[in-house]
């Protein structure tokens, strides 16, 4: 009898777990994903009434082209810019920097449309990789920003410029070069109402 009572006792756990996932599956089902949209290098993409997070981020008017990019050794950046592996403290130096050099146009006519375009949430990523503009970089290429992780076009032009993305300090870690050039990597320029990437195909 006791026997009898543990195994229904496993049985209800079990007809638990099942409606648990079921239900689960269920909510994700549900959930409606914003539409995709995927550009390749040397595309220039419109960005719209698209956002990442809140509608006060719009760039109505503003577009983006990915001229290159590549993997770049970290002391050889650096050293593109006049500076030293000690640029930054040791515990901070990623072994490589990607490198992506865009162009941001601005096809607006009236100064106030437009809010400039922000490269915090612009991330480069993988199926297990992200790396993000790097704020110390960033600085070493345009001190005149003072850090400032974004940039507003005047309307009517537009601008080039070579964004510094690394892992973040915590999750970086050694990978071969090879190893890199095999991941399938996307900038991602917005999320919502359409999600919008750039595929990349960096270098060495």
């Known amino acids: 009898m006791k026997y009898k ?5 496993v049985l209800a756990l079990l007809a638990c777990a099942v409606f648990l996932g079921l239900r689960i599956r269920s909510v994700n089902m549900a959930v409606e994903l ?7 290098e040397g595309e220039f993409v419109e960005i719209g009434d698209n956002y990442f997070y809140q509608e006060r981020e719009k760039n109505t008017g503003y577009g983006i082209k990915v001229i290159s990019s590549k993997f770049v050794p970290y002391a050889d950046y650096v050293a593109a810019y ?4 000690t640029y930054l403290d040791e515990g901070y130096r990623p072994e490589y920097v990607l490198d992506i050099e865009l162009t941001i146009r601005n096809s607006n006519t009236d100064e106030e449309v437009g809010r400039g ?15 993000q503009v790097n704020n110390e970089l960033w ?5 005149d920003l003072a850090g400032e992780l974004g940039i507003r076009v005047r309307p009517g032009t537009e601008y080039t410029v070579h964004l510094p993305y690394t892992r973040p300090a915590s999750m970086d870690r050694v990978s071969s070069p090879k190893k890199l050039l095999t991941k399938d990597f996307h900038l991602l320029l917005s999320l919502y109402p359409t999600k919008k990437v750039i595929r990349l195909t960096p270098g060495m």
């Not at 009572?5 to 006792?9: A, K, L, P, S, T």
């Not at 914003?34 to 390749?40: D, F, G, K, N, T």
């Not at 006049?82 to 592996?85: F, V």
Request: charged residues 25%; without cysteine; negative net charge.
């Open 139 to 143: 600085t070493l290429v345009r001190p």
């Open 5 to 9: 009572w543990r195994g229904g006792i």
């Open 34 to 40: 914003p539409p995709e949209e995927s550009y390749e």
């Open 117 to 131: 375009f922000d490269f915090v949430q612009m991330v480069a990523i993988a199926s297990n990789e992200i790396f």
């Open 82 to 85: 006049g500076q030293d592996e």
